[in-house]
T-cell receptor
């Protein structure tokens, strides 16, 4: 079956620090990969996605590259801001799956 | 205009009661979902409907019953509430296949069972 493993949080960084949140996956076939973000008190929003190997998804300064050889999709940002404080979820869907499989979420707190 | 709206936002109730959470989407999407998020932020899918037809029914106690009167609405009714039902419940929708991966989430209903 499909599964997603994310690095455990919480992660606390100072403003302008470099961010990496690790995500690895197990899937049948060729999955599509996603990062969702959940700001406090809100529902999840799609942040970025990649649908095939070596694709790079990017949005709002965040990037993630689909690495088939290492089955990974790590989220990175060069300089985080306080407003990036949120919970980040890695997710995938593949084959005939009718749902997204989410990782356990990583809480990020950015301090001024 | 809110794309996916859920009501109520907060629900506090006693064990054994029956309660409902309503969800509506104005995006014209064909598929709607209910997710449960526990206190550790772990998200678990409960149900999915496509054009009013149930397509995903995960291992959820039969005290939980979804109802989709039309494709823009998916309500969740919970009978005989238990302490372990306390969580945040999210409604979501997507257009056609989930392969696109773009789900639109409501802002959640915080359910507290006392």
């Amino acid at each position: 079956g499909n599964s997603v493993t994310q690095m455990e949080g919480p992660v606390t960084l100072s403003e302008e620090a470099f961010l990496t949140i690790n995500c690895t996956y197990t899937a049948t076939g060729y999955p599509s990969l996603f990062w969702y973000v959940q700001y406090p008190g809100e529902g999840l929003q799609l942040l970025l996605k990649a649908t095939k190997a070596d694709d790079k998804g990017s949005n709002k300064g965040f990037e993630a590259t689909y690495r088939k050889e290492t089955t990974s999709f790590h989220l990175e940002k060069g300089s985080v801001q306080v407003s990036d404080s949120a919970v980040y979820f890695c997710a995938l869907t593949s084959g005939s799956a009718r749902q997204l499989t989410f990782g356990s979420g990583t809480q990020l707190t950015v301090l001024p | 205009d809110t794309a996916v709206s859920q009501t109520p936002k907060y629900l506090v109730t006693q064990m054994g009661n029956d309660k409902s959470i309503k969800c509506e989407q104005n995006l014209g999407h064909d598929t709607m979902y209910w997710y449960k998020q526990d206190s550790k932020k772990f998200l678990k899918i409960m149900f999915s409907y496509n054009n009013k037809e149930l397509i995903i029914n995960e291992t959820v106690p039969n005290r939980f019953s979804p109802k989709s009167p039309d494709k823009a609405h998916l309500n969740l009714h919970i009978n005989s509430l238990e302490l372990g039902d306390s969580a945040v419940y999210f409604c979501a929708s997507s257009q056609n296949s989930v392969t696109e991966g773009k789900l639109f989430f409501g802002s959640g209903t915080q359910l507290s069972v006392l």
